[in-house]
């Protein structure tokens, strides 16, 4: 099992960025496909983005071209990169890992995006 911590929400303007992090531990980080999914209220989860242990990425139609996955094999780390943020990204954003067998979830951190 995976232990996943997110890192880096908050407060801000449209138009602004903001990096979340998730730190894992507990198992091999590098065999897991990681993603970040958002929860608005009254909606249903969906996924934002996710990188396999290759380092494939794909992500939303809402969010292409503006936010950015990666992994840092080494950190046991996975980074969601959110520029020119829009009030709808508003949620809360979870963590996940996956492998055959295997789903974990951290507890989630705010986005509000609001002037």
């Known amino acids: 099992q995976v232990q996943l911590v997110e890192s880096g929400g908050g407060l801000v303007q449209p138009g602004g960025s903001l990096r979340l992090s998730c730190a894992a531990s507990?198992?091999?980080?590098?065999?897991?496909?990681m993603g970040w999914y958002r929860q608005a209220p009254g909606k249903q989860r969906e996924l934002v983005a996710r990188?396999?242990?290759?380092?494939?990425?794909n992500y939303a139609d809402s969010v292409k071209g503006r936010f950015t996955i990666s992994r840092d094999n080494a950190k046991n780390t996975v980074y969601l990169q959110m520029n020119s943020l829009k009030p709808e990204d508003t949620a809360v954003y979870y963590c996940?890992?996956?492998?055959?067998?295997?789903?974990?979830w951290g507890q989630g951190t705010q986005v509000t995006v609001s002037s």
């Open positions: 990188i396999s242990s290759a380092g494939i990425t």
């Open positions: 507990g198992s091999i980080f590098s065999i897991y496909v």
């Open positions: 996940n890992s996956w492998k055959y067998g295997e789903d974990n």
